[in-house]
């Protein structure tokens, strides 16, 4: 019942977050054409502040909203692999749930492939670095053992990475694959999904080794 209650938190957190990113972008496209930089601004507060809400209501139980930090979890040994193999399908099924109703909500098709491809270096390069940040965020915060701390964090580094990254801060597989189903203004082409996901799984590893190394997950001792 416990993992039952964990799988439904991060599907339902997911599902929130996602509808978040991608209905704020289809509403910026319309209540701002033609200003690009508010529209990410008003997609960046519109994420940020929807992971300050969802951490705040869902850690209780549970509140990744991401396979990055699960599977980090289960690096570090916080969790067992079954678990972390049904909270991660749990993220992706709440991820895709989500782009579907934020293309509803704005009274569009329930899936419309994404065809805004989003290659090159500089892009994979700025998934990797999004990403490793997010786990140190993630991970430093939960020292503080106040739900309110790590949910300001996680929250404000979402919003900053979406300025100071190339690729605006994917930053999670579930939330990478669900983009692909809305042609708007947070899509992403099926084709440069697979890069992304493989940038931020290969990052979140480099920083479980860091987190491990540094011991941000533990009181250092001289």
Do not use: K
């Not at 705040?56 to 972390?84: D, K, W, Y």
């Not at 749990?90 to 290659?119: C, H, K, W, Y």
């Amino acid at each position: 019942m416990t993992l039952l209650r964990r799988s439904v938190a991060e599907l339902v957190g997911t599902a929130f977050l996602v509808a978040a990113v991608v209905g704020s972008g289809i509403a910026a496209t319309r209540l701002s054409p033609g200003e690009p930089g508010l529209q990410l601004l008003e997609n960046s507060l519109a994420t940020g502040a929807v992971l300050v809400a969802l951490v705040l209501a869902l850690q209780p139980v549970s509140a990744s909203f991401n396979p990055v930090v699960t599977l980090v979890e289960r690096l570090l040994g916080r969790i067992g692999s079954r678990t972390a193999f049904t909270l991660v399908a749990a993220q992706v099924a709440g991820g895709a749930l989500g782009a579907v109703l934020a293309n509803l909500m704005f009274d569009l098709a329930p899936v419309s492939i994404a065809s805004t491809e989003r290659d090159g270096a500089h892009l994979l390069l700025a998934e990797a670095v999004a990403t490793v940040g997010l786990v140190l965020v993630v991970v430093g915060s939960l020292r503080a053992g106040r739900v309110e701390v790590v949910a300001l964090a996680v929250g404000g580094y979402i919003a900053a990475a979406y300025w100071f990254t190339s690729s605006t801060s994917f930053a999670n597989p579930a939330v990478t694959v669900a983009r692909m189903l809305s042609d708007t203004f947070a899509g992403i082409a099926p084709g440069s999904v697979p890069a992304f996901v493989a940038v931020q799984l290969i990052a979140g590893a480099a920083a479980a080794a860091l987190v491990a190394f540094l011991a941000l997950d533990r009181e250092v001792t001289a």
